[in-house]
C-alpha cells in the first residue's frame, strides 16, 4: 500500500461529510493542533505561515494607503467598556474577566479585549486637539478573545488574531469614504490573494457591528454553499466620540467632534481558503498566499547528480517560496504530503528527466502534469503558478455564480433555503420581525443588503408589504 | 523665540535628572502613551515602528538559520503551569488570573502567559515521536504579562511585546549549542542594528530563569552607568521534559528525553535603545532601526520648485526609509521634531541649495553639517548613514569601556559601586550569601559570570574564601 492511499483512506471526503473532512485538514494539513485550553488553538508553522503571507500583503496595502501600525493594551478596565452603550451591550456577555493580579484582587475589573474600541476612542480623546491631528489611520495586528460556548478551528476560536483598524476623521464624507475603501481593499485582499470572489454589502442593523452606525461586509461562499463573513468595515458616525468626548478644533476654530470606522479581517480567512479550495486530497492553495509555492521532489535521491540537480533547479528559482524534499520518504509519500499541505505546484526531477534537462510538474489544483526544459524554467513556473491562480479564482467564481438564487415569494424562498445551499436574494420591507422569522423558520440570515435600483413594485419575501432593500439570504458559518 | 528653544526648555537634561530625562523622552517622541489600565503603555505608530523594524531583522536572522514561527493560547491552564516546581514558584506570584468568562464562573482559573514554557512543552509532548521530528525550532512574536508592582515604559511594563524562542534537541550537545547560537544572534543583532555593544556571559543560579538549568545573558551599559539586561537565553537540559514526559524513539529505536532551550528579546531593548543613545536633544536611532533614516526638509517651501525639488531628492533616495516634512510649521520646528525623534539624518533643501544642484546634510548624533551635491547623492548619504552607525556604535563602545572597573577586596568594592556608576570586575567564591550580602548592602546584583583562566590564588571579593567565579557585578534596571 502506497502512502497515498493510506492517507486518502485517512481523510474524510469532503461530499460524505462536510464539517468531518474540513477538520481532517486543519489537523492533517498540519495547520493547527488543539490546546489543553477550552476553545484556543495552535497555529502549527504551516498554518502561521499562512496567517503571515496575508498579514504581510494587507499590511502592504494599508501602509500603502497611509495607515500606521500601534499596539493597544490586551485589558480594557470595565468601566471603560461601559462607555459607549450599544458596543457593551454587544460584548460584555461573551467576554473573559481578569479579577486578581498576583496576590491582589483588583477592585476593577479587567476584560481582555474582545475589540479595541474602547482603547483607542480613550487614546484619540488624549491625542486629537486640532484638524491638523487628522486624519489618523491606525491599526493593530493582535489577537482578541470572545468567550464563545461552541468553538471550530479558524471558523470560531475564543481566541483569535486579526487586525483591527480603527480611524478618526474630520468629518463624515471622509469617515464613509474610508469605510468603502477598506471594503474595497478586502475585496481585493481576497481576489488577488486568496483567489476568493466575495460579494459586498451592508448588513441590517440587526446583524451590525455593536456601535455601529453602518457595517459594510465582504460574504464569501463555500463549497457547501454556506456563507463565511469574511471581512467587516465599519462606520461609526460621531457615536463613539460623543460617547468617549473625541473633539478638535477646525480650520474655523470651532470644536467638533470626530468621525470614526473600524474594521478587521481574521484567520477566519484561513477557513474560508479551506472550504473555498479545498478537496479530497487536502488544502489547495493559491500562489499567491501559499508559504511554499514550489516543492521540488528529487526522484531516486540516492543516484548520483539528482540532489545537485534538485538543488540547482531551486537555485534557477530563487524569486519563488521553494522547498526541497530530500527526507527519506518515499516520493509517493511526498506526494501525498505536499498535495495535503496544498502546495500548489510540484516539480520532480529524476536522473531520466536529468538527462532530458526537463522536469516533471505537476498542478496541484488540477492535477495536470507538464514536462518543463530546464532552460527558462523560472519563466516556465512563474507562468504556472499566475495560471493556477487564474484557475482556481475562475472556479471559486463559478461555485459562487452557481450558487445565486432568487425568490419572489415565501414558499419558493423556504424551498431554497432548504434544498438548494447557497445565496438567495430576496426583497425585504426592512422590519426585524421578518428577518427574525427568517431566522426562526429557516435557518438563514441576511448577509447583506446590497444595491439596487429596482425596488419599485417590490414586496417583502415575508411578509408581502412594499419592499425597501434587496438583500441576500443564506446560512452562514 | 524658535521652537527649538521652546523645546529644549521642555526636556529635562540627562544629567541633572537622568529619570526625568527618560521619561520626557519616550512622551515627546512619541513613541508611547499612558494607557488607561495600570502598568500598560500605548504604543504609539512611532514607538511600535521601532519594534517593527527590530523584528524585521530578528525575524530574518531567525528564519535564515531554520527557526519557525508559531502561535500558542494567550492563556494558561492553572494546572498546566503547576507541572514544572521551579516555574510555578518563579512565576506564579506575578501573572494575571481569569476567573470568570462570560456569565460562566471557571472551574479552572487560566493565567494570562507571563511565558509559554509549559504551552510549548505541552505541544512538543503532543507532537514529537521520533528523531525525525527534532530537532523543533519554534519562535513567537507576542506579548507577556507579569502584574509588576511599579512600572516605567519599555523597561517594565505589566504587558510586555517579545519573542520567545522555544526549542527541542535530541541530545544535550545541540541544545546548548543552540542556548549560545541565540545568545550569539542577540550580540549581533544589538551590535550591528541597535549600534549598542553588550557583555556576554551566565547568569549566577540565583538570577536564572526559573526552571532553567543554565541562564545565559546580554548586558548592556545605559548612559547612567546602570546595566540593562538585554535578552536572556535558557538552557533547560531535561528538566522540562522530565515534568511534561516530552520523549522520542531515537535513531536506535531507544526512548529518550528532549533537550530543550528557550529565549527571548523584548520591547525593554527600546529602553535600551533611549538610554545608551539618547542625549539632551531627545532620541538618536541608530540608522538600521530608525524607522525614518533620512528627513528632508524643503527650506522656503512656498518658493517655486522647492517642493518639487524635494520630491526629487526623496525619489533618488528610494534605497532608504525617507520623508518629507512638508507641514506648515516652521524649519526651526521641525528640525527640533526630527531630532526630538532622532532621525538620524536630516538633508535641507532650499532655494540656494537648487540652485548650487546641492542640499545640507546635518547629522543626528554629531550635529556635523556639510553641503552634499545632488549628484550621486544617494551613495553619498548611504555612506553617511553607515558612518552614523559607526560612529554611535564607537561612542557607545566607549561609554562600556570606561564604565570597567576591578575590585580585590570589599573596600573597594562598595566604594566602586557607591561611587562609579558602571559594571565592577570581582572574584567570587559561589555561596548564596554572599551574593545576597552584595544586593543587601550596595544594591548590586551579579549581572553575569565571565569566563577566566585566572581564577588561581584569587578569593572572594566579600568573603575572602577561594575564588570559583569572576563575576560582573553592578546596578541595573
Known amino acids: 500500500m502506497t502512502k497515498k492511499e493510506k492517507r486518502v483512506e485517512q481523510i474524510t471526503s469532503r461530499d460524505v461529510d462536510f464539517s468531518q473532512w474540513y477538520t481532517d485538514i486543519v489537523v492533517k494539513a498540519e495547520l493547527i493542533s488543539y490546546s489543553p485550553v477550552r476553545g484556543c488553538m495552535i497555529l502549527r508553522p504551516y498554518g502561521f505561515a499562512i496567517w503571515e503571507r496575508l498579514q504581510a500583503e494587507f499590511d502592504r496595502m494599508l501602509k500603502a494607503t497611509g495607515h500606521e501600525n500601534v499596539a493597544m493594551p490586551l485589558f480594557i478596565p470595565e468601566s471603560l467598556l461601559q462607555k459607549e452603550k450599544d458596543h457593551?451591550?454587544?460584548?460584555?456577555?461573551?467576554?473573559?474577566?481578569?479579577?486578581?493580579?498576583?496576590?491582589?484582587v483588583l477592585s476593577e475589573r479587567l476584560v481582555i479585549r474582545p475589540t479595541s474600541e474602547t482603547l483607542f476612542c480613550a487614546h484619540y480623546a488624549e491625542t486629537i486637539e486640532s484638524w491638523r491631528d487628522l486624519p489618523k489611520l491606525y491599526n493593530q495586528w493582535c489577537s482578541v478573545v470572545r468567550w464563545e460556548k461552541s468553538t471550530r478551528p479558524f471558523l470560531r476560536t475564543t481566541e483569535f488574531f486579526w487586525q483591527e483598524g480603527h480611524t478618526a476623521h474630520a468629518d463624515e464624507a471622509e469617515a464613509r469614504e474610508e469605510t468603502l475603501r477598506i471594503l474595497n481593499?478586502?475585496?481585493?485582499?481576497?481576489?488577488?490573494?486568496?483567489?476568493?470572489?466575495?460579494?459586498k454589502g451592508r448588513k441590517s442593523d440587526k446583524e451590525k457591528f455593536a456601535g455601529a452606525?453602518?457595517?459594510?461586509?465582504?460574504?464569501?461562499?463555500m463549497h457547501d454553499g454556506k456563507a463565511l463573513q469574511a471581512a467587516t468595515s465599519h462606520y461609526f458616525g460621531d457615536g463613539f466620540a460623543k460617547a468617549f468626548d473625541i473633539t478638535f478644533t477646525d480650520r474655523n476654530n470651532e470644536l467638533k467632534y470626530v468621525h470614526q470606522t473600524s474594521w478587521g479581517i481574521s484567520t477566519r480567512s484561513i477557513g474560508g481558503l479551506i472550504m473555498v479550495h479545498g478537496d479530497d486530497d487536502g488544502l489547495r492553495l493559491p500562489p499567491r498566499i501559499a508559504p511554499v509555492q514550489i516543492v521540488i521532489v528529487p526522484v531516486a535521491m540516492h543516484k548520483p547528480g539528482v540532489l545537485d540537480a534538485a538543488h540547482?533547479?531551486?537555485?534557477?528559482?530563487?524569486d519563488y517560496r521553494v522547498k526541497i524534499d530530500d527526507t527519506d520518504k518515499m516520493p509517493g509519500w511526498k506526494f501525498a504530503e505536499h498535495e495535503m499541505k496544498g502546495v500548489p505546484l510540484r516539480l520532480e526531477i529524476g536522473p531520466r528527466d536529468i538527462e532530458n534537462?526537463?522536469?516533471l510538474a505537476v498542478r496541484?489544483?488540477?492535477?495536470?502534469?507538464?514536462?518543463?526544459p530546464l532552460d527558462n524554467i523560472a519563466e516556465a513556473a512563474g507562468r504556472l503558478l499566475e495560471a493556477i491562480h487564474s484557475s482556481m479564482l475562475s472556479e471559486a467564481t463559478e461555485l459562487l455564480n452557481k450558487s445565486q438564487y432568487e425568490a419572489a415569494d415565501w414558499?419558493?424562498?423556504?424551498d431554497l433555503i432548504a434544498g438548494k445551499p447557497g445565496f438567495v436574494h430576496a426583497y425585504w420591507c426592512g422590519s426585524e420581525d421578518c428577518e427574525a422569522k427568517v431566522k426562526d423558520e429557516t435557518q438563514a440570515t441576511s448577509r447583506c443588503l446590497v444595491e439596487t435600483d429596482k425596488l419599485d413594485g417590490r414586496t417583502c419575501v415575508v411578509c408581502g408589504e412594499p419592499a425597501n432593500h434587496l438583500v441576500i439570504w443564506g446560512k452562514a458559518y
Open 312 to 318: 540547482a533547479l531551486k537555485e534557477s528559482l530563487s
Open 88 to 104: 457593551v451591550e454587544g460584548f460584555a456577555p461573551e467576554v473573559a474577566w481578569v479579577t486578581q493580579g498576583g496576590d491582589e
Open 364 to 372: 496541484r489544483d488540477t492535477g495536470e502534469k507538464q514536462v518543463l
Open 411 to 414: 414558499v419558493t424562498f423556504t
Open 185 to 199: 481593499m478586502y475585496e481585493d485582499l481576497y481576489r488577488d490573494v486568496m483567489a476568493i470572489p466575495v460579494i
Open 213 to 221: 452606525r453602518e457595517t459594510y461586509t465582504v460574504e464569501a461562499m
Open 357 to 359: 534537462n526537463a522536469c
